[in-house]
């Protein structure tokens, strides 16, 4: 899912409204159609799916953005790309490309999903929405699930396209109040966790879905290209005003994600990780007679290598930075500051398996010291999800500046 690479070596500020991007830019670099809500508070960008995402802003320190989202609201204009799948045979093409069996994904329903290589490395993954019997909407992460799925689509009945559509994430405690404010009518109900609902906005019938990237109660919205989306985003910003809702970057909100245990395609994950090494190999349905990767699957080793690990005195380092009795040991995939948790937090993938929450590590941090950490389970609280699904209400408290 959608995240920053963490040295922003390519960061491009810029400042034109949607559709205004040179012809051989608009492919490579496109701007969300709500761009210009950002730019009042000189984001600096990077690349994402071919499309521009904003990675640091200046409203916010990260720690400011952490109890925001932890304790109010927040809102973010993601790159996440959603690829339509439509047709009769949509359902069998996607059971094609993904491990875990789509069929199970009802109408007005979310699942998380992923997509292997034949040697069973994972390319990239997302959330399949299920907007009709015969028709899917898979927010992907960094990739290109477009081609991989047409190389599946053989004799198969199914149209797979980019047509334009843009995710915005509304994100914290508070989240369903701004909802509530913004949408013509009842709120949907059910609205469960990973629920999907199309409700008024603004005269425009928008789909919603009960999902995010932080591990907080929160909710998407989708833009459609023949929508009013100039006041759809108007209407949502106008109801979070009440609760001081602003605008927030990829990089504002890194650690409430780690702890949540969301892992960042590219970074956490990538085609030389198996889904047992990522620790999502219970998400793998062998009952399934094919699907790509699934006879390498078959022959892996089925052991997880990514945790969660806790480093006192710094941020570790991203890379080869660990070390277990002074000998390198693994690599820290993300890595961030927890104010909540008042350490540092980071996603980490072992060499091997072996180890288990509360070994302890060592780790090089970013103020070039070497650092005692210890490995802990993912995600770092609230393993039930009661965060997400509201059953948990209590706001932590944000310290006293």
Known sequence: MTD???NFNIFATVKPAAGELPNELARTMAPHPLIHQELPYHPEYFVYNRRLAAGRMNNYTPDEVYWQVRT??????????PVVVKGADAETLLNRVFPREVSRNKVG???YQFACDHAGGMLTDGVLVRVA?????????????????KAHARGLEVDIGDPGIWVTQVQGPNALQVLEAAIEGPMPAPFNYFDMARVPIAGEEVVITRTGFTGELGWEYYLEPHQDVQAVGRTILDAGAAFGMMPTSAEAFRARRIE??????????DETTTPFDAGLGHLVDFKKEDFSGRD???????????WGMRVRGGIARIGRTLF????????????????FLDCGVAIIRLDTAGLQPGDPLEVDGLNGTRCTAEVCALPMYDPQGAIVRGRAIEIPRRPAA
């Open 4 to 6: 920053t690479h963490q």
């Open 72 to 81: 109010n609201v927040i809102m973010r204009h993601t790159a996440e790309l």
């Open 109 to 111: 329903r979310c699942s």
């Open 133 to 149: 019997r015969d028709e899917f909407w898979f927010g992907q992460g960094d990739g290109d699930v477009i081609s991989f799925m």
């Open 260 to 269: 949540a245990g969301l892992l960042n395609a590219g970074s956490d994950f």
């Open 296 to 306: 390498a699957l078959l022959e892996v080793g089925r052991s997880c290598r990514t």
């Open 324 to 339: 277990r009795d002074r000998t390198s040991c693994g690599r820290v995939c993300s890595s961030a500051f927890s104010p």
